[in-house]
């Protein structure tokens, strides 16, 4: 009968000895922590490579995501600066032949926006339209604007007007005789997606 008992303890000993190390291991292999792997072989090495691979992030969830600042007048966009903000404003249009215009942007490069030349070539966004803005919106900044007309396109800051002020955008056409068709939008919402060059 001693025996029996003996051999009974040996064994719960045993199984609760195997369900510690089980269990251990179980936490080892369930961690965050980084493993070294010695690779002897070149399919070695493509197995690890492969094990690594992530899927990539789709890149319009992200910005969709993204979440912007909400300003309401050129106060606010002066103590946001450099965050990304998005307020509701206006927007007009222009010619480089309006009264008074010289046909020439008045931010660096000071291109001539005469003869249809109402883009800008941007290295980072690539072809878009040239607005002028509010001198509280640095020249080069990179608005998305939507809400116009049920679209949505990339402007940048290359002007300056002297009736524009506060939340008022205005949009460059070819002439000015193109503008009267446009007159004043309101409602209209613009994102500040990069701060000047």
């Given at each position: 009968m001693k025996y029996k008992h003996k051999?009974?303890?040996?064994?719960?000993?045993?199984?609760?000895?195997?369900?510690?190390?089980?269990?251990?291991?179980?936490?080892?292999?369930?961690?965050?922590?980084?493993t070294t792997v010695i690779a002897t072989n070149v399919n070695t090495v493509k197995a690890i490579e492969s094990s690594r691979i992530v899927t990539p992030i789709n890149m319009e969830e992200l910005y969709e995501k993204v979440e912007y600042i909400k300003v309401f007048n050129t106060?606010?966009?002066?103590?946001?600066?450099?965050?990304?903000?998005?307020?509701?404003?206006?927007?007009?249009g222009y010619g480089p032949d309006c009264e008074g215009c010289s046909g020439i942007v008045g931010c660096p490069p000071y291109q001539n926006v005469l003869n249809n030349n109402i883009?800008?070539?941007?290295?980072?966004?690539?072809?878009?339209?040239?607005?002028?803005?509010?001198?509280?919106?640095?020249?080069?900044?990179?608005i998305k604007v939507s809400n116009y007309d049920n679209?949505?396109?990339?402007?940048?800051?290359?002007?300056?007007?002297?009736?524009?002020?506060?939340?008022?955008?205005d949009l460059l056409f070819d002439s000015e005789n193109t503008t009267f068709d446009l007159g004043r939008k309101y409602n209209i919402n613009f994102k500040i997606e990069r701060w000047g060059f």
């Open positions: 051999q009974e303890k040996s064994l719960i000993r045993y199984f609760l000895g195997l369900f510690f190390v089980i269990t251990l291991l179980f936490i080892v292999a369930t961690s965050n922590t980084k106060n606010e966009i002066t103590l946001n600066k450099g965050n990304l903000i998005e307020f509701v404003g206006t927007i007009t883009y800008y070539d941007d290295k980072e966004y690539g072809t878009i339209r040239i607005l002028a803005a509010d001198p509280s919106i640095p020249c080069g900044s990179i679209t949505e396109f990339i402007g940048i800051v290359l002007d300056r007007g002297r009736d524009i002020k506060g939340l008022t955008m």
